[in-house]
């Protein structure tokens, strides 16, 4: 598993194809670990995806888009437009199986990072997680990832610009997100773009919001 070494073409953003997806899982560990590569982090390099990337793909494929350079996928960002259904089919969808397939913290790897395997499986069986205070008005939700590769050059601009708009052409008028509290490059990323912190976010759990035009 690697990232992109260096970009050959003209980047270019595109509407998430069901083909992506084990790219995008990929992706999703590589830059799991605070911005950086979590794989063999935890016990098993499925748990990343399986709770912050591939329930997206399932519920809201048409809310994914992803930065591609030629055929390589370097980038995505996911969003659901309405938080509380998402929460909804999460509980009856995804979080059964979720547990099913990863009932226990796994065999210890060395590793010992700040969100540990515990936390990481009490996220992906707990969709209440994501009920924050301001979802009325901030009902919409988003993450984004690019590979080193890609990074530093607009795309990441780019990706929220796109969503934005299209949650805006939905009537949404406002998406949040929540982010590792470590990660101080994506919050100077988020700062420039806009984003402000919403009056539930904490030190510890930070919560970020946006008009979506
Ligand atoms: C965070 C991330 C999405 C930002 O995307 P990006 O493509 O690197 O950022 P862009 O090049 O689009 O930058 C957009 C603006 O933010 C600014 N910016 C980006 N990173 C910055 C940083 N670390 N410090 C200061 N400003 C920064 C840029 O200067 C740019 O400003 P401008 O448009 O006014 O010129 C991307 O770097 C990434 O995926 N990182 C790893 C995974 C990650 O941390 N994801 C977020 C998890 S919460």
Redesign the pocket.
């Known amino acids: 598993m690697s990232a992109a070494p260096t970009l050959t073409g003209n980047p270019t953003i595109r509407p998430f194809r069901p083909e992506d997806r084990d790219r995008l899982a990929e992706i999703c560990l590589l ?1 799991a670990a ?2 950086g590569d979590a794989t063999g982090v935890y016990s098993d390099d499925a748990l990343m995806p399986e709770v912050w990337c591939l329930p997206y793909l399932a519920y809201a494929p048409d809310l994914a888009f992803v930065v591609a350079d030629g055929h390589d996928v370097l ?1 995505y960002v996911l969003g659901v437009a309405d938080t509380a259904d998402f929460i909804d089919w999460y509980a009856r969808e995804w979080a059964p199986g979720f547990r099913e397939r990863h009932p226990r913290v796994g065999p210890p790897t060395g590793r010992n990072p700040g969100y540990t395997e515990a936390d990481l499986l009490e996220s992906g069986g707990d969709p209440e997680r994501m009920r924050i205070a301001e979802l009325a008005e901030y009902p919409a939700h988003l ?4 590979v080193p590769a ?10 929220i610009d796109r969503l934005r708009a299209e949650l805006a052409a939905r009537g949404v008028r406002a998406v949040h ?1 929540s ?2 509290p470590g ?4 919050r ?2 988020y700062d ?2 806009g984003f402000h912190e919403l009056p539930s976010s904490r030190k510890d759990a930070p919560l970020l919001g946006i008009a979506t035009s």
Request: aromatic share 4%.
């Open positions: 830059t605070g911005g980038g993450h984004i990832d690019l890609a990074q530093g050059r607009g795309l990441g601009r780019a990706l997100l982010m590792d990660n101080t490059p994506a100077a990323f420039r773009l």
